[in-house]
């Protein structure tokens, strides 16, 4: 990115620059403010293509997807690499072309993708499958070697994870169990919710502590001291561990 900004006069490129960082930094946790810098970015220096690519990471994660994938296709253009194949056919998805994501995921640029953006490309194939109500053959499609090595990648967290929810809504429940277990031992970084949904499926209940405690504060009329309410927040902390 910083090699494609040294096309631009210096302060332009600075300017360019911070906006993206804020990209970076508040996609996850704020994305319409990452849109708002992506935005600004754009205005900038529309002909970068990391430019046009931030905004269609920022765009995308607001569910603008036909502006998202107007972008993609912009940066693909300017760069000819075919590293946004999957998150393109995933814009067709949620606008609602699941048959032209499938299209994409069969066309020949997916071999010239690395093992993990192949991956990606699986998983929005399984996607599109559910999308046209083809339960079975979504988890067709998620059965793969990349599935069943033992091996832990960063992708196999969300593979497994989808390969159980897919399995869930085929009503499989007793495997739908299995791979999510196996998705909460490979999911290192909190990735998904499969701990909750592995509860879930156990029946297991959680209890905010400090909700049930103002709860019983309004019906009782009376406080509690701070130690008791440590007290009782730890015995549920202990609850959720067994």
């Not at 690519?53 to 920022?58: D, L, M, Q, R, S």
């Not at 998150?87 to 069969?106: H, I, S």
């Not at 490979?186 to 499926?201: F, I, N, Y």
């Amino acid at each position: 990115m910083r090699q494609e900004l040294q096309s631009l006069p210096k302060t332009l490129a600075e300017d360019v620059a911070r906006n993206l960082v804020m990209v970076a930094r508040l996609l996850d946790e704020d994305p319409e403010a990452a849109y708002g810098y992506s935005r600004v970015a754009l205005r900038l220096a529309s002909r970068v293509a990391a430019v046009r690519e931030a905004a269609g990471f920022a765009a995308y994660a607001n569910q603008k997807y036909s502006e998202a994938l107007a972008e993609f296709r912009a940066a693909r253009r300017m760069t000819g690499s075919v590293e946004l194949w999957p998150v393109m056919a995933d814009c067709e998805r949620g606008l609602g072309r699941p048959e032209k994501a499938l299209d994409m995921a069969g066309a020949p640029e997916v071999h010239k993708l690395d093992k993990a953006s192949q991956v990606e490309m699986r998983l929005v194939a399984a996607g599109a499958r559910r999308d046209m109500g083809q339960l079975d053959a979504a988890i067709v499609t998620l059965q793969s070697p990349e599935l069943a090595s033992n091996s832990v990648q960063p992708w196999t967290a969300r593979l497994r994870y989808a390969y159980a929810d897919a399995l869930l809504a085929a009503g499989r429940e007793q495997e739908a169990r299995e791979w999510f277990a196996k998705a909460v031992e490979s999911d290192r970084d909190g990735s998904t919710d499969a701990s909750d949904r592995l509860a879930e499926l156990d029946g297991v209940e959680f209890v905010d502590a400090l909700d049930e405690h103002e709860h019983e504060h309004e019906e009782d009329g009376g406080s509690a001291s701070p130690t008791a309410e440590a007290g009782h927040e730890d015995e549920t902390q202990d609850g959720k561990e067994d």
